[in-house]
């Protein structure tokens, strides 16, 4: 039946080319024979696409890389039609397709007829009713059309999650539970990201249904979300979790070493100690949970976005462990705020889901005006301390729209005289963004009297005026002298700098320094090596996109030069000698 179907969609597909092996001779072998395998293969006469895909492959095989290349520039002047590519893709199946796409000695026409079946076969396979289907036929009582329906659900990949996940959510398909949990389990660790986002769902019943997925599956990813459930406030979390730490752990840790745990991860996550998965262009995968729809969603964001969302999912888990505890729930709002920030972009407001669930961290008793500005006032000095610039922004915006009337100003400004209020601190900080986010939030609360640091207003107002849209740049070299008269000839044409003796620290600047345009390295930094500086610049999102100049003496241009061939963004760049040169 295969061959007829193979038939049929040949002939409906494609345009017939000539034979092949009438326009030129066949590869021969050193004692001038044709090779049996060359022989086998050319016999057929393959034309349609099916075929030649096959053959190209066989010969690829044999090492038989011209002859393999001729049907590969044959394959790409067929006129392929794309209602017949899904159809065409599944008799040819995602292997065979994927070694042509990725050999890049073919034809280039050929591999993006390639690229076309494949795209249409994805597709048909991720469509979302296809996906329903098996999603049905995994949780039916016919035992051998369930497990078809999981090796398709799993070929399908992450996306195949979201039915698995709506029976769960649905009480009314209470009886395919247990089906459904399987079928997850069976999907494997493709489904750890966005299980861990249905964990942001009000949805007990499902909560415990996915822990015990993730308890099923032993997965690292998911430990710090299993241990926090085992001390559910919730009872099917709760027993759900412990079952799901049983099989990770073992014993169940103390509550007090958990919540010490999830702590230490959330500042991980924050300060970027636990990186991120991410393809080549530096975005990820987030998966959140659609509380209106009650339904998975996916989009691609930059790593650290991620990082910040996955601490606040923990953040959140560790304050469900006690909602008494004033520390979590801090901890809750800064992560909140980190990733809305991130995710909105520094330089834009935050989205209209922040306030709502800001409000939502107190009780009807507990939430008046002057406990929630104490409240953000707190979360921005903690913010602000840990280094958590995006939340420490985001709690001065909050707290310069929340202060509507004198006395909180003069509440707010005067209570921690003789010192000064962190804000006063935050409008003198390096980085731009915060300092003027701080200065903004002070001239709303517009106070009448002078306060502890109140020339931080004015001083910050200088800066930006005089300032501003000046390009940062981060210099680093070990030799003062040079990185003193290179300083001081860039500041000459313009440019703010920050110099550092070491990689290590320029990295570091420049990591948490938005503003930064531009890094300056020397060739000879030491003690790492500039492979390595360089590499670490590249890997990570927030410096990934910067340009950087190697300063070079003559006797190592060469050696820069190879160095940098492949990264389009790294520069060689001689030491200027002057203010003409910069």
Same mark, same amino acid.
């Given at each position: 039946?295969?061959?007829?179907?193979?038939?049929?969609?040949?002939?409906?597909?494609?345009?017939?080319?000539?034979?092949?092996?009438?326009?030129?001779?066949?590869?021969?072998?050193?004692?001038?024979?044709?090779?049996?395998?060359?022989?086998?293969?050319?016999?057929?006469?393959?034309?349609?696409?099916?075929?030649?895909?096959?053959?190209?492959?066989?010969?690829?095989?044999?090492?038989?890389?011209?002859?393999?290349?001729?049907?590969?520039?044959?394959?790409?002047?067929?006129?392929?039609?794309?209602?017949?590519?899904?159809?065409?893709?599944?008799?040819?199946?995602?292997?065979?397709?994927?070694?042509?796409?990725?050999?890049?000695?073919?034809?280039?026409?050929?591999?993006?007829?390639?690229?076309?079946?494949?795209?249409?076969?994805?597709?048909?396979?991720?469509?979302?009713?296809?996906?329903?289907?098996?999603?049905?036929?995994?949780?039916?009582?016919?035992?051998?059309?369930?497990?078809?329906?999981?090796?398709?659900?799993?070929?399908?990949?992450?996306?195949? @999650?979201?039915?698995?996940?709506?029976?769960?959510?649905? /009480?009314?398909? %209470? #009886?395919? +539970?247990? &089906? *459904?949990?399987? !079928?997850?389990?069976?999907?494997?660790?493709?489904?750890?990201?966005?299980?861990?986002?249905?964990?942001?769902?009000?949805?007990?019943?499902?909560?415990?249904?996915?822990?015990?997925?993730?308890?099923?599956?032993?997965?690292?990813?998911?430990?710090?979300? @299993?241990?926090?459930?085992?001390?559910?406030?919730?009872? /099917?979390?709760? %027993? #759900?979790? +412990?079952? &799901? *730490?049983?099989? !990770?752990?073992?014993?169940?840790?103390?509550?007090?070493?958990?919540?010490?745990?999830?702590?230490?991860?959330?500042?991980?996550?924050?300060?970027?100690?636990?990186?991120?998965?991410?393809?080549?262009?530096?975005?990820?995968?987030?998966?959140?949970?659609?509380?209106?729809?009650?339904?998975?969603?996916?989009?691609?964001?930059?790593?650290?976005?991620?990082?910040?969302?996955?601490?606040?999912?923990?953040?959140?888990?560790?304050?469900?462990?006690?909602?008494?505890?004033?520390?979590?729930?801090?901890?809750?709002?800064?992560?909140?705020?980190?990733?809305?920030?991130?995710?909105?972009?520094?330089?834009?407001?935050?989205?209209?889901?922040?306030?709502?669930?800001?409000?939502?961290?107190?009780?009807?008793?507990?939430?008046?005006?002057?406990?929630?500005?104490?409240?953000?006032?707190?979360?921005?000095?903690?913010?602000?301390?840990?280094?958590?610039?995006?939340?420490?922004?985001?709690?001065?915006?909050?707290?310069?729209?929340?202060?509507?009337?004198?006395?909180?100003?003069?509440?707010?400004?005067?209570?921690?005289?003789?010192?000064?209020?962190?804000?006063?601190?935050?409008?003198?900080?390096?980085?731009?963004?915060?300092?003027?986010?701080?200065?903004?939030?002070?001239?709303?609360?517009?106070?009448?009297?002078?306060?502890?640091?109140?020339?931080?207003?004015?001083?910050?107002?200088?800066?930006?005026?005089?300032?501003?849209?000046?390009?940062?740049?981060?210099?680093?070299?070990?030799?003062?002298?040079?990185?003193?008269?290179?300083?001081?000839?860039?500041?000459?044409?313009?440019?703010?700098?920050?110099?550092?003796?070491?990689?290590?620290?320029?990295?570091?600047?420049?990591?948490?320094?938005?503003?930064?345009?531009?890094?300056?390295?020397?060739?000879?930094?030491?003690?790492?090596?500039?492979?390595?500086?360089?590499?670490?610049?590249?890997?990570?999102?927030?410096?990934?996109?910067?340009?950087?100049?190697?300063?070079?003496?003559?006797?190592?241009?060469?050696?820069?030069?190879?160095?940098?061939?492949?990264?389009?963004?790294?520069?060689?760049?001689?030491?200027?000698?002057?203010?003409?040169?910069?």
């Amino acid at each position: 039946r295969c061959w007829l179907v193979a038939g049929f969609l040949g002939a409906a597909l494609m345009t017939r080319v000539p034979n092949l092996s009438a326009q030129s001779p066949p590869p021969t072998t050193a004692n001038g024979k044709t090779s049996a395998a060359v022989v086998a293969i050319q016999e057929p006469n393959p034309t349609s696409p099916e075929e030649l895909i096959t053959a190209i492959n066989q010969l690829v095989v044999f090492q038989e890389l011209e002859l393999a290349k001729r049907y590969a520039a044959s394959l790409g002047q067929i006129d392929l039609q794309s209602e017949n590519l899904a159809a065409l893709g599944e008799t040819i199946g995602s292997l065979p397709l994927l070694h042509i796409i990725g050999n890049k000695q073919l034809d280039q026409k050929g591999r993006d007829n390639c690229q076309k079946i494949l795209d249409a076969l994805i597709a048909k396979r991720t469509s979302p009713e296809r996906l329903a289907r098996l999603a049905r036929e995994a949780t039916s009582d016919d035992p051998r059309k369930r497990q078809h329906a999981i090796t398709d659900l799993r070929v399908a990949g992450p996306e195949a @999650i979201v039915p698995l996940v709506a029976i769960l959510a649905d /009480p009314r398909q %209470a #009886a395919s +539970r247990d &089906a *459904a949990v399987f !079928a997850l389990y069976q999907m494997g660790d493709q489904t750890i990201a966005p299980l861990l986002a249905v964990l942001e769902s009000a949805n007990e019943p499902l909560k415990a249904s996915v822990i015990e997925v993730l308890g099923r599956l032993k997965t690292s990813r998911a430990l710090y979300d @299993i241990l926090a459930a085992a001390h559910s406030t919730s009872e /099917p979390v709760r %027993a #759900a979790g +412990r079952a &799901a *730490a049983g099989r !990770a752990v073992g014993t169940i840790p103390p509550v007090k070493k958990i919540k010490a745990l999830l702590t230490a991860a959330v500042n991980d996550y924050l300060a970027g100690r636990i990186v991120q998965p991410a393809g080549i262009d530096g975005l990820t995968t987030l998966w959140r949970w659609d509380a209106a729809n009650g339904s998975l969603t996916s989009k691609q964001v930059k790593k650290e976005v991620l990082a910040a969302n996955t601490a606040h999912r923990i953040a959140d888990a560790l304050w469900q462990i006690d909602p008494s505890d004033e520390q979590s729930r801090q901890t809750v709002a800064i992560t909140r705020l980190e990733w809305d920030k991130l995710e909105a972009g520094l330089n834009n407001p935050l989205n209209s889901t922040t306030r709502p669930f800001l409000d939502g961290l107190f009780s009807k008793n507990d939430k008046d005006t002057e406990n929630f500005i104490d409240f953000i006032e707190t979360v921005f000095e903690e913010a602000l301390h840990k280094g958590y610039l995006p939340a420490a922004i985001a709690a001065a915006e909050i707290l310069g729209g929340e202060v509507v009337d004198e006395n909180q100003s003069a509440d707010l400004l005067f209570r921690r005289a003789p010192q000064a209020h962190p804000l006063v601190e935050a409008a003198e900080h390096s980085n731009r963004r915060l300092r003027m986010a701080a200065t903004q939030a002070l001239l709303k609360m517009e106070p009448d009297l002078p306060f502890v640091g109140a020339s931080a207003i004015a001083e910050a107002l200088r800066f930006f005026a005089n300032v501003e849209g000046r390009p940062h740049l981060i210099l680093a070299d070990r030799r003062p002298h040079r990185r003193t008269s290179m300083a001081a000839l860039l500041k000459t044409v313009g440019y703010e700098i920050e110099a550092y003796k070491s990689g290590d620290e320029a990295f570091l600047a420049a990591s948490k320094n938005p503003e930064c345009e531009a890094i300056f390295l020397s060739m000879t930094l030491g003690p790492r090596s500039i492979q390595e500086v360089l590499h670490e610049l590249r890997l990570d999102p927030r410096t990934a996109d910067l340009p950087v100049a190697l300063v070079v003496d003559l006797e190592n241009r060469l050696r820069a030069e190879q160095l940098v061939e492949e990264d389009p963004l790294t520069l060689v760049f001689f030491s200027p000698r002057d203010a003409e040169t910069a």
